[in-house]
């Protein structure tokens, strides 16, 4: 159909979001700093509050490192 055509190029605000954390993660691993978290943590409290119920004191965020191995860990309890 002649509208799919215009539709296929709308990005879902979820692949939107992979490619931001990409490339926050990708300039973090450059920087060999993680200032970002808190950044991703206020981010991720007003997505998943949208959903689900969440208390957003209780969201966790962590980011260690180990050689060349990095591992983003997120904790969200849901009430």
Do not use: G
């Amino acid at each position: 159909m002649f509208l799919d055509f215009f539709r296929r190029n709308k990005k879902s605000s979820a692949q939107k979001a992979k490619e931001r954390l990409q490339i926050i993660l990708a300039h973090e691993r450059v920087s060999n700093k993680a200032p970002f978290l808190e950044d991703l943590r206020k981010d991720l409290i007003k997505v998943v509050a949208k959903y689900v119920d969440i208390d957003p004191k209780e969201i966790e965020v962590s980011l260690q490192r180990d050689n060349s191995i990095e591992v983003l860990e997120i904790n969200i309890p849901i009430k």
